[in-house]
Each structure stands twice: as structure tokens, then as C-alpha cells.
């Protein structure tokens, strides 16, 4: 049995249970060569960090990040904090020479983003950045129809990304609607998302024109403190792309659409077929191919769940469904076996800095009102 | 030009306004080899027969159905009244030697179905039973898929038609609740299109299993009558069924699935691939085909709106679809063109009087609790 | 009886067969106040108008528009030509004082466009555009809705029409390819249906940053001449846009999306409610309204064919779904009722004027590579 | 911290699987006040029961069942073997005064169910019977929605489960198509669960029509061995039932629909509303509330991933969905907070030995061709 891999988890929110679940199903569903160690969870408060390690199945509890980066013991940093401090964090581990997983977006900047990418560069550790949606068995599905030809040259990429969370003008000014925590709104949230898979299914962006919008722009202060607050990011954002390829494509993301609640949307037109794909819908890839009988030619509803589609081998038999928490086993599964093998994962720091490139053109063009190279 | 073939329709309600439009768009769009003219309309009430003769482009209007089919004048005559006037018409209009077009379910019961049979063979006249969801292109393709062995031997089917129009126990007891006029309920009414289709996709069923269902047993009596009257049909009728080829179904029809407004929909499972259809969506087809690659294979939706799917191209462009009133029109575009050729097109009276047949045994099985030949 | 409406159309391919089946389908349907007389159809070739005329039911055939527009007996002119002459014969139609229906885009350029409002202003002639799509049952159900502020303040309008037929390279460079007859590409022919129902539904647009792209840049000549010639138009657009309400939106107009065949889509985000639509299935709306119970709140398959939605209780009942060319008979119906009245209905050449602007904002902005106001 | 309840699991294949991750994640997410200790993992091959054990995160591994059901500190016997081990496991079981929780179906007949009833209820031992899909959020809100009369009278029930995966004659003749391990086929495995779902959510049946049909009769010896077996369960099965409420319905179960990879739908038509359900989307519920406004009424798709909706607010936020075996996870967390306050859950032996009742009826309707009392 090769030698475990100790990991150290900072964060225990929503992205922190996200993650505890990976490390505890991959050895039981993936066997990777290297099992996982869940060693130590780090988060701000002591009781409820130590009471998420015991609930999670952590060996133990730490409030203090840079004692536990710094520790002999700890092969792999996972960061699942608020975007505020993934910058520090990552420099830190990366200079203890831990590989280093960190949730998206990398970073609050651009200049942050560079700063990470140096620092891990240079320490020549394993690196990863969790865009968790590049590991659905129905997205790399897409891929794989498109490196293989199947819909042709690549024309349009239609991404939206759709939630509905804070429609209601008196939601409350939580820390995702502040600038100084979140670094921006829907766009760094869920529309990093998008660029990050428009360019992991058609290729490099390298031109935008976006508008960012923030509808509502008073909220009620959170945990019931009296008065209102400014919202400090978008509500809402959107841009027009060029593609390196000569591809072009629209980009939305927006937390203001009733009724869509995680609706992660794409379709791609390629000059022989097309793909669409929706998060609701996981388990699911729409393939239209321009090569079959022109009688039966339509839509294919794919129900991506066969043994032979991308990590399904590992649940269950055809037409059992997964849900949202696999695709972070399949990340860590694919990390795992990276640092077995001593190589950089793909999506990594780089594609994290290229992501944020891409956000902070939209956002520029969003204040010059034209189009802006990446 | 050829000669046109002069039609006589009798009745001028629900179905009379859909043969009319029929006869009115076959020419514009379809270009029969012989057009019909819209010679005479014949109905029971004077005022009300002129008024929609003028309405719908008919020459004449009439209310002597024995006078009208004995034209000399009328090559073709309709019969589209309640089903309980069918036989006595039909057998009329053959002894006349007139083709005979007459709606479904062909009589009210066998033994009428059998005269009418042998009336329009003992004449020789060309005649059609009005099936119209034969003609509907998505399932002329399911049809043509079959044939040609795309998904194999059969071996399920499921039909259901699905309405909702009586949910409600205060509907009132309109003619077709009244087993002296209508024959019966939902089994004769929807649940005929159901067993037609399934003999169209399917084959001959030789063995039913039926139950009939009068959920509401009591209704107010219709316009504005005071009290209630007793409901004489069914108003859900369900039954498995087996095939002489082996395959084996279930076969229902209701008017008590609220939601549901017109929801005749099948599914057929053959040894390689399957095939679905509704009628709330009847540009769509979903074919599944084994000998697909495994990757993408799934259900397409096929938007039979193609110039190579049937009849479509006499109609739009792909993608712009048609609706219910089209597939009377290509039911007339056969008949029509049967009749300048002088042959008896598919469905016909043989169809109609073997429909019949499986309804009573549904009916009979219903009674007796036990399996019923047909 | 009311005196009928004489009518003169001109051109009769696509949008003449169309127009041409709406003067035969209005009166048996929709019974207006006063019918339609179908007096003359014009076109190029004296053959084939001829042709037409007999096959849609038109009592004469002309080729000389200036003639036809001249006549004493002709009420109505029905401009269903390419844009090129459209301004041209409205112009010389209202001078004429005939009521005036033009097809869409108004007219090849913003000029043109406006001169014919002028026109037809000074002659204060009835007039309309024949954008039908606003007659399409669900998009009148979607308008009553947001004017009830079922779905609240609008802040998202997401508007796609996405075709194939010129997917292929090899497809021919046809008269909608060359902008000298066309004028554009998918923007003008398509693009135009987007903006129209965003102004319809949403509001009016002031400001957009658009793109134009034309993939296929050299296509083979049509009617099988030899060699290729240059594709003047595009292929494909895209724009964001800024609605005067405050609401955002994105619009997208593409020949080359595989698979999309007449996906004429919208989407649209209140602050209460959402509200979706796809013209393959114009039958149906999706509708999400946050003001009902959390427990079973999601988007509604609404099937537009109950006698309460607009238009319906001409045709059948509930579940029979119509088609395409029924959007053309809503529209006809409303300009003879407009006419019998001596108002202007709506859409009309004002609205075209204004889509016209719209369109030349997003053409003008492709090119200056900012946002642009309207 | 209460104590916690000691597990011993008795089978490690498909069902084994699915039932240990139940026991590791209950705790992480739910929260049970008794947690889960998962003991001792049980099967015939030690050397595959102990790679098991240790992949799954089992303290033990055994090979011989009646030891384990004898041990001391075993709390909870659970049992997921072939059918033919259930009866004479849970009696002994039982005996041995452990809580017992059983796969379904109960066993293989009528009289080994009414003796593991007897048994447990003489030992006065907590017992369950894994239904999974009872406890699907989807499902369990179609129940809350019928129990609080939003669909009214329940008049029909329309079930089906279609798998595909011997629909190709050359499938091996495993185990699972061999009636003395298995006890019947697609009615036994998964007809089951339909006749389950048709009690919980409409009522008791007491009269049923069946029919079984095996299409392949001979099929090739499984794990390479040389020639051909016979089949001796159904490859399908179909039945018309009628509940003691007064509804009626249809029931079938099928391993040979191509495409439908586990397609457990149901629809349910009540006097004013409707429910339909596919496990296939197994987040999802279409709803139809006749009390809704006329104008927008149309079936729901509801996503149920809100707080508010069973189970969820244990996992993840709206929109987030679960898969599969997240089903085994709250019915592992109903059972131990049974087992906490001592009381039997819902649904246990008494609903196994009911719904082997159904089957054996439909198997027994299948011989006499009549229907058959329950």
C-alpha cells in the first residue's frame, strides 16, 4: 500500500463540506493509488471548527492556518476560504513545498492571481485549481465529442449561469456581496465558472465586451443588525467573446433569475453538430450530429451514465444518477493520482490566472464601454 | 385538368369543421390530382347548416342527408355526425355507389361496423375510415422506421390517450356520456385512435384485458336542464393486450387526467431501439437506436419538420410546425388521390370494423374479469 | 355584410404562400367584421404568379406592382417582396392612399425605413408591419402577464434565433446572402423577430454593443453557375443591450447553429417570475412565478390552447395544437379589424422604423467597437 | 454522545455498496442521534469480503452469517444478499433480538414472507424493509402533496419501470434470471418497487390482471462456460390493478424497453390534480393543481432541492442536486432514529409481505388469464 497523502482542509463552509466529502468517498468508489489522509480541518472558530472535523471525519481541528501549512506532516493544502485570503495561503503552503488545491476564483486580482502562480512555479509543487464542473461525466463527454471532431470547426458558445438567491431586494447583505471579501459578484462566483469552461470546451478568449449590473443596491445588514448597506459587486454580468480560434460566444452570469437555481447552461455550434448542457440536469448531454440519417437526425438526450462515459464505472450501473458532491470526488481523485505521479493537474494556477484575466477584461470593458483584449 | 370529385359532408360540429378546412387547404398546399369542390353541406338544422356552409366555403347547404347522397352530382360523401348515423349513411351512400369517407369510431357497435363492411365491398366504392393520427408525419416516420427493422422486433407497446375535460363531476351530461348516441366513452372516443395506431405501428391484437371505469356516476343534465342524469359510458377504459406477433402492451384512454389536455401518446420498445411520441407535441418524434455509437447514443428529438419527413414538404420550411387540423388535410390528399385511382386506401372500413372488434372484446373482457379473444 | 377588403399581394414565394393561406384561413376562423377579398397577386413572372394565383386562391394575376398598387378596386397592398422594394412600393402605395402591410425588416436601411413612416404618415394611411410572431398565442400570454406584473420589474431579457440551413460551406450563395437585395444577414432576417418581441415585451432599447461575423466567407454560386462568389452579409450576430426600464439583455442571430432549426427563444427574468418560450414548440410557456407556494413552485409547461389564451377559441380545443402559418391569420385578422376601424394596429411602421435602428446600432457598434446608442 | 448502533451487512455486491455508503455518509450530513459503527461486513469469499470490507471502511470481515447474527455487540442486522437468503437470515436475525433491515423484495414467496413477519414480530425487534425510492425528496413531496388533498380523489395510477439491459438475446443467463436464487424477474426486482410506490402514495390493491412474458428464452451460461441455459423468470411483466379507494391502474416492470435505463415513472391523476415522476430525473416533480389560475395553469417542473423539501436541507443548496444512492442515506437515517426510540418504521415487513402479496397475484393472474383477489 503506497504511503497516504496527509491532507489539511482551510475552510469549512459550504465549499469545506464539498471537499470533506471527496476526501472520504474517493477511496471507497476510485481507489486511487495514493489514498487520501483526512489529517487536519482549519477554520477561524475553534468550537465550530472542532465540531465540523468530528462531523466531516477530520483527525483534528486547528485555527491557525500558517501553523498548519508550515507542518512536516501535511503533503497537500486544500483551500476552501473566502477568495480574500487564497492568495496568502497558497504563497505560504506553496513555500512549505505542499501541493496545493484551491477553490475558484484563484484570487481577488489579477496581480494576486500572478503572485500565486509565481509562488507555486517556483516552489515546483503540484497545483490545482477546484473548477469542479470540468469533472461531470457529461461535460468531459463534450470535450471528448469535440477533440474528436465530432460537431467540427467550433462557431458559438452560449454560457449561462442562472441562480435566483438574492432576487428578493431584502436579502440580506451577506460577505458574497462585498467586494473587499468576494472580490466581485456574480461574475467571479458563478461566471468564472463559465470562462472556465468556454475555454476548457472551445479554447482561449482573447477579446471581451461585458456590462456588469448591480439591480439592487441597498440590502438589509445580515444576522439582523439594523439599517442597510451598499452592495459593492455585480448582481449581474454579461459580455460578448472572441475566440483565439475564431469561435465567438455570449457569457452570462446572474444571481436574479427566479426559478433558476443553479441553472449552469452551455450550447456549442460547431460547423457539424452541437452540444448543450445544463447543471440541473447533470447526468445529461444533449450531441445533435449532422453526419446521422438525415430521417432520425435530432437532439440526442445522452444520459451520460453508461460505463464507458468519463468516472462512471466507479457508481453505479446505467441510469442511477449522480448528483453535484461527485464532481468534486473526481477532482480530488484526478489530484490525487497528479501528485502520485508528480506532474500539474489540469485546471491549475495557470488556467486559474487565465480565468481571472478573462473576469478583469469584462469587468475593464464593463468602465470603457468597448471592446477589451484579454 | 382533371375532373373534380364533388363532396358532400354531413354534419358541421367539431369534425365537420375540420374536414371542411381540409377539403378548403388540400388544394393550395397538396396539389391533388383531382381537387374536390365543396359542393354541400348537410346538417339537421336549416339556419344553422347555412350559416356554417358560408363560414367554412361549402356551395350548397342541405338537411336531407337520403336527398344529399343520392345526388347525382356528389362523387364523395363524409360522414362526420355522432356515431350512432354512421352505419345507416355509410351503407346509404354505397348503395349509391359513392366513395365513403366516415369518422371513427366507425359504428357504435360490430354488427354495424360488419354491415357497413359489407355494404361498401358488396358496392365496390372506394372507402376510408378517418383516422387522421395515421397521417401525422412524426408517426408516418415511426412507422417507416419499423419497417425498415431500425429498432428490431417489437416487442412493447404503451399507448395512452390522456384528457382532462370531465375531471370536474359537475361537467354536465353532454351527448357523448350517453351510451344511446355515443356508443361509448372514452374507450370508443380516444381509446379507438389508441388501438388503430397500435395495429398501424404494431400489428393485429389478438387478446385483450380490459376494465371500464365510470368514476362519476351521476352528472347535471346539459344546457341548463334542471337535475341530474345517469352517465350510460365509461369515462376511462384501460387494458393490456397481445399482439399475434408476439409483442405484448397496455393500452388506456381516460377524460378524468387533469393536465392533460390531448395527451395520446406511445411508446414502442423494439429488440434494438425504441421509439416515443405525444400528440401535445406531434412535430416531435424520440427514436432510440441500438446500433448507435455507445457514447452519444440516447433518445433523439427529432423535429420531423424536414422536407424528407412525410408530407412536411408541401407545408414550411424545417422547423416551422404544423398543427392538429394538418393531418386531415394529407388524410383528404389520400383519399382523394385513392379515388382517382380507383382504389381503397388505408384505413378503411376493414381497419374500422377490426378497431371495433377489439373494442367490444376490451368491453367484453371487462364484464367477464377474464381474458377476451379478439 | 360589411363591404370585403380588397387585397393586393405582392410576391409569392415563402411570405406570399404564407400571407396568401391567411386571407383563405380568416374568415372561416376568425370571422372578421369585413372579409377579405383575395383580388390580385403580383409578381416578376407572368407564368408563375399565374401559378400561384390559381394554387392560393387569388382572382388575379399581375407583374406590373405600380399598376396593381394604383387600382381603384384595391384596398390593401400586402408588401411580401425582398427588402429592396420595400420602401419603394409602400411609399407609392400609401401615395395611393391603400392601407399598407409590409413584410419584414421595414426596409434595407434605417433611410428607406424612415421615409416610409413618413409616407405613410402624410398620407395617414392604415398601416402594419407583419411581425407575426406577436400573435403567437403563448407570446401574447407572456405580454399579459408582464403588463399584470405577474413576474415583477424586468431585469433580464435573454433573446436567441438560432438556424442551420447555411451550416454547410457548400450551401449556396443565395439572394438572402447578398446584402445589395437582403440587406443583412441573420440580424436583418432574423435578428429583426428578437428585437422586435424585446421591444414588445420588455421595452424599448437605447443603447447595445454588437458584433457581426461571417464565418463562411466564400460560398458556390446558385442555380449551378460555375465558381463562387463573396457572402456580403453575416452569418451570425450577437449583442448586449440596455432596455430605457433598466433592464439588460442579450440578443443572438445565427444561420449556423446545428440542429436549431426555427429556435426562436426567449427568456425572460422579473423580479417575481420568469418566463421562457422556444417558437419549435410555440404551443407552450414556461412560467415561474415566485408568489406561489414554496413547495411546488417551479417552471409551469403552460399549453397555450385553452379557449382563455389569445386567439385560441377560433381553432380547436384545448391540446390541438396549431402551427406556424396560424400566426399569420391572428395577424391578418387584427389589420382587417385595424382597417374596419380606420386605426393603425401594432407592430406597424413605426415599430419597423425603430427594430430598423436597432439593428443599425448593433451593425454600427460591430464595426466601432464600442456600445452605441440607439 | 449516545451510543452508538453496531452494524453488521450481510452481502457486498451491488446492493452491499450502495447500503454501506449509507451507513458512512449518514452521520457527515444527517446527523442521526444514535450514529452508525459500521461492525462487520459479511459474505461467502473471504478474500473478496475482506478487500471489501476494507474498501467500503467496514471494522471486519466474515464469511459466516449465522455467526454474526449471533455476536453480542451486533445492534442491526442488515441484509443484502439474493432473495433466497432473506427469509432464513432475518429469522434467525430476530431471534437474536437484532433490529433487521432487508432488501427487497421480502423474500422469493408469500410463505417465506409471512413467516420473516411472524418472526420479527414475535422477537418484537425494529424492522425495515429497503424500499430506497420511498424516501426520494421528489416522491416523498408527491406523498405530502396527496395526503394534503392537492390533487383530490386519486383516480388513476400509471407505473412503469423499463430497464433495457437484457434486450440483446446474447445477455448471459446471470443469476438474477434464475428463479430459484431470484424468484421471479422484472416483476420480482423491480416491479417491486412500482407495486411499492402505488401503496405508499395511493392505497391498497385488492384486485389484479397480470401477465409475464419471457421474449429469450435460452440465453448463453454466464462466465464463459460453454452453451446455453434456459430462462426460467420474466423478462416483463404487465398488470391492470384496482386500489380499495376506488382508483385504478396499470403496473408494468420490463428489462427490455432499449433506452430506458431505469426509468421508474409514475403518473398520478387525482379528481383535481395531477403528479408524474421518472427516476431517471429524479430530482424533479411535474405537478398540476387545477386550483391555479386558469391562464398559467400547466404542470410544474419542480426542482426539489429547496430547504423545505424532504431530506435536502441536509445537503446542499437549491439547484445542487442528489444522485442515487443519496436515497439508501435517508432511509439508513429513518431506520436509526427508529432504532433510537424503539418504534418500527414505515415501510417494514409487514409492507414487504403486502406487496409480495401483489406480485404473487399478478404471477398467479398470469396462469388462470383471470383477475385475481390480493
Not at 469552461?197 to 445588514?221: C, D, M, Q, W
Not at 455585480?234 to 436574479?256: C, H, K, Q, Y
Not at 477532482?331 to 505521479?341: F, G, H, K, P, V
Request: aromatic share 8%; glycine share 8%.
Amino acid at each position: 500500500m503506497a504511503a497516504p497523502i496527509n491532507v489539511a482542509l482551510i475552510g469549512y463552509a459550504f465549499m469545506g463540506k464539498a471537499h470533506s466529502n471527496a476526501y472520504r468517498q474517493v477511496t471507497p468508489f476510485m481507489s486511487p493509488r495514493r489514498e487520501p489522509r483526512m489529517k487536519v480541518l482549519c477554520g477561524r472558530t475553534q468550537s465550530r471548527v472542532q465540531a465540523a472535523a468530528r462531523q466531516y471525519g477530520w483527525e483534528e481541528a486547528a485555527t491557525d492556518w500558517r501553523e498548519v501549512v508550515a507542518r512536516k506532516d501535511i503533503d497537500l493544502v486544500d483551500i476552501a476560504t473566502p477568495g480574500d485570503l487564497h492568495a496568502e495561503i497558497a504563497i505560504e503552503a506553496a513555500r512549505h513545498g505542499k501541493a496545493v488545491l484551491c477553490e475558484k476564483p484563484l484570487a481577488n486580482s489579477v496581480a494576486e492571481a500572478q503572485a500565486m502562480v509565481d509562488a507555486v512555479d517556483a516552489a515546483g509543487v503540484v497545483h490545482m485549481i477546484c473548477h469542479n464542473y470540468r469533472r461531470i461525466p457529461a461535460v468531459v463527454l463534450a470535450r471528448q465529442l469535440i477533440e474528436a471532431g465530432r460537431i467540427g470547426t467550433i462557431r458559438h458558445f452560449r454560457g449561462t449561469y442562472l441562480q435566483d438567491w438574492i432576487a428578493h431586494p431584502d436579502f440580506p447583505l451577506v460577505w458574497r456581496l462585498d467586494k473587499a471579501q468576494a472580490g466581485s459578484g456574480a461574475l467571479g462566483d458563478i461566471g468564472a465558472h463559465v470562462v472556465d469552461l468556454a475555454r476548457y470546451l472551445v479554447g482561449e478568449i482573447n477579446e471581451v465586451s461585458g456590462h456588469l449590473e448591480t439591480f439592487v443596491k441597498e440590502r438589509p445588514l445580515p444576522d439582523g443588525k439594523p439599517g442597510r448597506g451598499t452592495v459593492t459587486v455585480d448582481d449581474a454580468s454579461m459580455a460578448l467573446v472572441r475566440f483565439e480560434n475564431g469561435a465567438i460566444g455570449t457569457i452570462e452570469a446572474t444571481r436574479m433569475a427566479p426559478g433558476r437555481k443553479n441553472a449552469n447552461r452551455f450550447e456549442i455550434n460547431g460547423s457539424t453538430g452541437s452540444i448543450a448542457f445544463d447543471l440541473e440536469r447533470l447526468n445529461e448531454l444533449e450531441v445533435y450530429l449532422e453526419a446521422e440519417d438525415a430521417a432520425v437526425r435530432g437532439f440526442h438526450r445522452v444520459l451520460a451514465t453508461e460505463p464507458q462515459h468519463p468516472f462512471v464505472k466507479s457508481w453505479w450501473p446505467p441510469g442511477h444518477i449522480i448528483g453535484y458532491e461527485h464532481t468534486f470526488v473526481h477532482t480530488i481523485y484526478d489530484l490525487l493520482e497528479a501528485i502520485a505521479d508528480k506532474r500539474v493537474p489540469s485546471p491549475n494556477f495557470h488556467d486559474g490566472l487565465r480565468n481571472q484575466q478573462v473576469l478583469a477584461a469584462i469587468e475593464n470593458s464593463s468602465t470603457t464601454r468597448q471592446w477589451v483584449s484579454v
